[in-house]
């Protein structure tokens, strides 16, 4: 049966412009008009293959004035909503290609998807990994059953290698991007959260370069309510979606980030379907700052028991931030899309959240080298209820007078308030007393 409605027309108006040409050589024959009826067959072809993640009402939304339910798409078995658009596009695949293989060259969520599902339908796979990959996800790689080849010191080394690999033994190398069959898998969540959330006013998805998650579920979405607002989130220190829009096309010229900590918020915009439907059916792009990505996963962490990474963390982000006041009152949902976040990334993350959330301060200050002086600070620190997580003396280096102890002492506190509280009581006792700015 054929759907026709104003929304499809919208989606054959938004790619009716995009050049049939391409440079990539894995997907070029996969793209074609994204359709909802697309849509509708890559959740029936996935359903076995991939988690239906729960949507489910979080304890934040007291918090910030509106109902939040968060998609939490992190429970994948690799950790990364990719999966969809990867089992999709895997299963898509003539049969005797599925026999040859397919090659991919990075670390990203989406090598690690096609490793998995590549398995488990029986698919030859190749991941080649650069020298610098971390071991964890070399290892990981291995063991969800792709064959893992080192080579090259950089993410351009491999790539080179794997398109080379390809062409001589007949491999598909796959890269993400953004044809219809891809693009159509991720479309998937938009009709899970259309079903699992009534009377849903507005949808929050991750943005960047890589749009096909916000793009493809704004046309499911978009499809079923108009009326629902779609909105995407970016970081403000790389707003390749706001410029690519602005100049009409995929920007080349942005200044990304390599450190994993940005996974795909900081990735250059990878094609123009994404970005045309993104322009038609998204009503807005926001950007939010590092400290907000930040708190959004100790928020994420602390109310929710959720590990994720800057990439599942930024749509809420945008509402710690305070970035869509008008969306107060509303019933919101929120997609958690990642959590493959390296364990000592996330030490750094979380001690580093605490500080900017105002919970862990640092002040030094001057005291005589008597006996007792140390105790009657602790005793100072135990009346405010502070934590004593490190203590420091210094006597050596000490530019004061002689015999006096330079103390520097690193304490958890509850909150902003509760901080101010222990400064105050601190410099009534200690007019010295200096604090560490975050």
């Known amino acids: 049966m054929k759907i026709v409605s104003r929304n499809e027309e919208l989606l054959r108006d938004a790619l009716s412009r995009i050049p049939q040409s391409s440079s990539r ?40 004035g ?14 990364s909503v990719k999966e969809r658009g990867v089992l999709y596009l895997l299963t898509s695949l003539p049969q005797d290609q599925q026999r040859k293989g397919v090659i991919v060259a990075s670390d990203s969520n989406f090598s690690m998807a096609v490793a998995y599902h590549a398995s488990e339908l029986r698919v030859p796979v190749f991941v080649i990994m650069s020298t610098s990959t971390s071991p964890a996800r070399v290892k990981m790689c291995r063991e969800y059953g792709a064959m893992v080849i080192s ?33 159509s898998g991720l479309g998937t969540v938009g009709l899970e959260v259309y079903e ?40 403000e220190s790389f707003p390749v979606l706001q410029q690519s829009l602005k100049a009409g096309h995929p920007t080349e010229d942005q200044a990304c980030s390599n450190h994993h900590f940005y996974g795909d918020v900081s990735g250059l915009c990878f094609g123009s379907n994404s970005l045309q439907l ?5 009503d807005k792009v926001v950007a939010v700052r590092e400290e907000d990505i930040l708190i959004s996963m100790l928020r994420l962490l602390e109310y929710e028991r959720a590990t994720v990474d800057a990439e599942g963390a930024i749509g809420l982000a945008a509402l710690v931030a305070g970035k869509l006041p008008e969306l107060k009152g509303k019933r919101v ?8 976040l390296e364990l000592h990334l996330l030490q750094q993350c979380i001690a580093r959240a605490l500080t900017l959330d105002n919970r862990v301060c640092r002040f030094s200050l001057v005291l005589s080298d008597c006996p007792g002086d140390i105790s009657k600070l602790l005793e100072i620190l135990a009346r405010e209820e502070a934590r004593v997580l490190d203590i420091k003396q210094e006597r050596t280096f000490v530019t004061s007078e002689l015999f006096t102890v330079e103390v520097t002492c690193t304490v958890e506190t509850r909150d902003k308030i509760h901080t101010a509280q222990l400064r105050n009581a601190l410099l009534e006792r200690y007019p010295t007393a200096a604090w560490t700015e975050r």
């Not at 697309?38 to 009402?57: E, H, L, N, R, W």
């Not at 509106?66 to 950790?79: A, N, P, S």
């Not at 949902?333 to 493959?340: F, K, P, R, T």
């Open 278 to 282: 993104t322009g038609k059916l998204v």
């Open 151 to 183: 080579y090259g010191t950089t993410a351009k080394d491999s790539q080179t290698h794997a398109r080379r690999l390809a062409q001589e033994n007949g491999y598909l190398y796959l890269e993400e991007e953004d044809s219809a069959v891809y693009l």
């Open 66 to 79: 509106m109902d939040i339910y968060l998609k939490k798409e992190f429970l994948q078995y690799t950790g």
């Open 333 to 340: 949902a929120v997609v958690i899309c990642s959590g493959n």
């Open 196 to 235: 699992q959330v009534p009377k849903l006013d507005a949808v929050i998805f991750p943005a960047g370069g890589h749009c096909g998650l916000l793009a493809g579920s704004a046309a499911a979405l978009k499809h079923l309510n108009p009326h629902i607002s779609v909105i995407g989130v970016e970081s």
């Open 25 to 64: 050589t894995s997907l070029s024959s996969y793209n074609k008009l994204i359709r909802f009826e697309d849509i509708s067959a890559a959740a029936f072809k996935i359903q076995c293959g991939v988690q239906k993640t729960p949507c489910m009402y979080s304890r934040l939304s007291k918090q910030y």
